[in-house]
Structures are given as C-alpha cells and as structure tokens.
C-alpha cells in the first residue's frame, strides 16, 4: 500500500509544482476480452475499460477493442485505417489478438500463423508512422484446466506474437503467461470468478439465464487482467511507464463495485 501511496504522490507532484504533464493517450486494439461493454452486459467487463483506473489523470484511454475480431478482420474493416487516422505522436499503441485469429472454424476471422506475423508488423508500422510506441501483448488467458494445471492459450500465436516483438525489437508484455499463472494461481473453482459464471438466479443483467464461459471477463476479473497490463506497461522503458499505476485498489478489490469504477 505504501508502494502505491508513493507512486501516487510522484505522479501528482509535478501537477502541484504547477508543470502540468502533457497529455498522454493509450489506444488499445483487440478483441472482446479488452473492449468497452455497455451496462446492459454486466458483469461482462474488458480489461481495457478498467485500465482507466491505473493511469494519471492526464492519460486517456482510447478504447478501440471489439469483439470478434482478428487481426485480419479489424484491418479488413478498417478499423486499423481508423486508428492510423487518429494516432498521433507520443501515443502507445497496445496490440492484443490471437482468441479469434485461432478460429479456423470462421473464415471471416480466421487468421494463419504467417499472416498473424504479417499483421501485427501492419499495427507496428503504423505506429511507427505516426511517432508513436507500440507494445505487443500475448492474447490473454482462457479458463482451461486440465488435471488441475491451467493450459497456455493460444500458444502458436502467442508465439507468433514474441517472434514479432524480438525481431522488431517492439516491447511486449507477455499477457498470456502472466494470466496464465494468475488463474493456476487461484486454481479451477476460484478461477471461475474471474469469468463469467452465473446461475440464472445471480442477479447478473447481461445473463438473465446463467452463463458459462471461461474466455470472457467478469468485472473482477477485468480488474485483474489490467492491473497485469498496468504491471507490464509501468515496467517497460516507454515515456507511458511513470503515468500508470499498478496494484491500484480499484484494482485489487476483492468485491465487485457493480460497475467500471475506480473510486
């Protein structure tokens, strides 16, 4: 606690100073596991949403994650020309896929290994482009024990994803092995609490009737992933590090506040 009493005061201090710290934004691309939900879907909740509780008040969050999406989809659709449009210099870029890039089953997402490279180098160039810093995240961790050991997910793309980020010499934060060791560390029942797992009487709104899935987030659980993020960000040698906090109590709570909070 007094870690992030410290960490708070050096963020505040030049404010007070009056050398306000310039503006600073993160946009994220990904999927569902990381996007914005409306309050009709709780507890269904995205990392990335509640990455807004690890950053200064001078650090917008430009949520761009969707869900469905692979790298081949969101670039087909224009949604990294969107970014591209908007990206400007001194922003980070956070690229996370690989859930629906696996989905050989859905062509319209589905994405080989060499294409998946292909596209995550795309993301990087236009980072590049418009003067910003990119950092590649491993696709996050799904529920999925077997003989009580929680499985990597997505392995041949998170792979994918480490060979890009060596060979470009790009940051990573490496999503998946931090969740993975998140979810074997609270074990196949507790677990389930980081995902969405309701009972049809559990007064969730989005899920009237119960739900069952261990790819997608419940509230604590999207706190929990992105305090991983916010671990991972705040390690790296990025002019973003010093604006972002982790291990925030909005962070770590225990209950669920109902919402996307971060009082």
Same mark, same amino acid.
């Given at each position: 606690?007094?870690?992030?009493?410290?960490?708070?005061?050096?963020?505040?201090?030049?404010? @007070?100073?009056?050398?306000?710290?310039?503006?600073? $934004?993160?946009?994220?691309?990904?999927? /569902?596991?990381?996007?914005?939900?409306?309050?009709?879907?709780?507890?269904?909740?995205?990392?990335?949403?509640?990455?807004?509780?690890?950053?200064?008040?001078?650090?917008? @969050?430009?949520? $761009?994650? @969707?869900? #469905?999406? /692979?790298?081949?989809?969101?670039?087909?659709?224009?949604?990294?020309?969107?970014?591209?449009?908007?990206?400007?210099?001194?922003?980070?870029?956070?690229?996370?896929?690989?859930?629906?890039?696996?989905?050989?089953?859905?062509?319209?997402?589905?994405?080989?290994?060499?294409?998946?490279?292909?596209?995550?180098?795309?993301?990087?160039?236009?980072?590049?482009?418009? #003067?910003?810093?990119?950092?590649?995240?491993?696709?996050?961790?799904?529920?999925?024990?077997?003989?009580?050991?929680?499985?990597? /997910?997505?392995?041949?793309?998170?792979?994918?994803?480490?060979?890009?980020?060596?060979?470009?010499?790009?940051?990573?934060?490496?999503?998946?092995?931090?969740?993975?060791?998140?979810?074997?560390?609270?074990?196949?029942?507790?677990?389930?609490?980081?995902?969405?797992?309701?009972?049809?009487?559990?007064?969730?709104?989005?899920?009237?009737?119960?739900?069952?899935?261990?790819?997608?987030?419940?509230?604590?659980? *999207?706190?929990? @992933?992105?305090?991983?993020?916010?671990?991972?960000?705040?390690?790296?040698?990025?002019?973003?590090?010093?604006?972002?906090?982790?291990?925030?109590?909005?962070?770590?709570?225990?209950?669920? *506040?109902? #919402?996307? /909070?971060?009082?």
């Amino acid at each position: 606690m007094r870690n992030g009493v410290l960490m708070a005061i050096a963020l505040v201090a030049p404010v @007070i100073g009056g050398a306000t710290p310039p503006p600073m $934004r993160i946009f994220i691309a990904s999927d /569902s596991t990381a996007q914005d939900y409306k309050a009709d879907r709780y507890p269904q909740s995205g990392w990335g949403t509640m990455l807004r509780c690890a950053v200064a008040p001078n650090v917008e @969050i430009v949520n $761009r994650a @969707i869900g #469905g999406r /692979s790298t081949n989809s969101f670039i087909r659709e224009g949604r990294l020309d969107t970014i591209a449009t908007d990206l400007r210099k001194g922003d980070t870029l956070l690229i996370q896929f690989g859930h629906n890039d696996a989905s050989i089953d859905k062509p319209e997402r589905y994405t080989s290994i060499d294409q998946y490279r292909a596209n995550l180098r795309r993301f990087l160039d236009v980072a590049r482009r418009a #003067g910003a810093k990119a950092v590649i995240l491993t696709p996050v961790a799904r529920r999925d024990f077997r003989d009580g050991i929680e499985q990597p /997910s997505f392995p041949t793309y998170a792979e994918a994803a480490r060979q890009v980020a060596r060979e470009t010499r790009t940051p990573l934060i490496d999503l998946g092995r931090t969740s993975q060791a998140l979810v074997q560390a609270a074990g196949p029942d507790a677990a389930k609490g980081y995902y969405l797992h309701y009972t049809g009487t559990a007064g969730a709104p989005g899920y009237p009737a119960g739900v069952t899935d261990d790819t997608h987030f419940s509230e604590i659980g *999207a706190r929990r @992933i992105a305090d991983l993020v916010a671990t991972g960000l705040h390690r790296l040698k990025l002019p973003i590090a010093r604006y972002v906090m982790p291990g925030t109590p909005a962070l770590t709570r225990a209950t669920p *506040a109902g #919402g996307p /909070s971060c009082g």
